[in-house]
C-alpha cells in the first residue's frame, strides 16, 4: 500500500496525515457509539417509568400527590 501511496505523492508527511485521519476517525467511531449507547439506556428507563407512572394515575391507582412526587422524583 506504501508504493501505491507514494506513487500518488502521498509519502511522508502525506502518510502521516492519512494515519492521523484514520486514527481520529476510529476513535470518534467509538466515541460516538459509547454515547449514544448510554444515552439510549438512561432515556429508555426514564420514559419506561414516567409511562409506568401516568398509567397507574390514570387507572386511579394512586392520588394526585403521590403522581406528583413520583413524577418530581423521576426528573
Known sequence: MLNC???FGMGG???FAWMLLQ???LLG???LSIRWI???HSKS???TA???V???YANGEMTEQEYNRLLEKLK
Open 50 to 52: 414516567v409511562k409506568i
Open 38 to 40: 448510554r444515552g439510549n
Open 29 to 31: 467511531v467509538i466515541y
Open 23 to 25: 486514527w481520529g476517525l
Open 45 to 47: 428507563s426514564e420514559d
Open 5 to 7: 501511496l507514494q506513487n
Open 54 to 56: 401516568r398509567e397507574r
Open 13 to 15: 508527511l502525506g502518510m
